[in-house]
């Protein structure tokens, strides 16, 4: 029978809160992206919709997802007391992988997680905490490094992106790899800087996020 298309908003409950999330899955998803928003962000970030967007395209489900309820978020914005509270948003990630898990679906898709800033450290961890589910994580100008001891327990292919004139990020994402046992890229995209708004530094982080998701959620593994 042919699957039909899903859009919906959808509610997660985990961790003893109730999180949202928008959920597309096009007719025959080769697979399900979870983006983990960064600093500051939610659901609703242009540039992960953009990614997004480019992926569902290329037949993958994605599901962008708040990873504070809207009361964190009145008091992150006036605080950012849970924004680098890394713990507390990767067992959100962890939460959002399992509820993938249990829905009809969702549930036979192999699974990746896009974490931008610093949800690449949530997604790591949530990667380590899952490795049976998770086949591939990607990082958009993200801070890996703040996932820790998580890191050197992610089996996951890994693919870092940062900007060019992003130094400091670089550094931060080489100091990550060294401390990683998985397969790990680090691509740098010229020019561009923290939040890839440059002109093409957006279309070439979609354009690699769909070639590493191509590569490891539609070929099987060895």
């Known amino acids: 029978m042919k699957q039909a298309a899903v859009h919906e908003s959808v509610r997660i ?13 096009p007719d025959r998803a080769a697979g399900l992206v979870i983006f983990a928003h960064g600093s500051g962000s939610s659901r609703f970030s242009s540039r992960n919709r953009s990614v997004a967007g480019v992926l569902e395209t290329s037949r993958f489900a994605t599901l962008l997802l708040d990873l504070l309820t809207p009361e964190e978020e009145a008091v992150d914005e006036r605080t950012r007391q849970y924004r680098f509270d890394i713990e507390r948003l990767g067992s959100r990630v962890v939460g959002a992988c399992d509820w993938a898990r249990s829905r009809s679906e969702t549930s036979h898709l192999p699974l990746a997680l896009f974490g931008a800033s610093t949800g690449a450290a949530a997604a790591l961890i949530a990667a380590a ?16 490094d703040l996932a820790d001891d998580a890191l050197s327990h992610v089996q996951a292919p890994t693919l870092l992106i940062v900007g060019g004139h992003d130094e400091p990020v670089i550094e931060m994402n080489r ?8 397969h790990v890229e680090l691509t740098i995209v010229p020019r561009a800087t923290h939040l890839f708004e440059e002109r093409g530094a957006l279309e070439e982080v979609s354009r690699l996020a769909t070639e590493w998701c191509r590569r490891y959620l539609t070929e099987t593994p060895s």
């Open 13 to 25: 409950e985990t961790c003893s809160v109730a999180l949202d999330g928008d959920l597309r899955v």
């Open 129 to 144: 905490a899952r490795p049976e589910l998770t086949r591939a994580v990607i990082s958009r100008g993200g801070r890996p």
């Open 175 to 182: 100091d990550a790899m060294r401390r990683m046992r998985a």
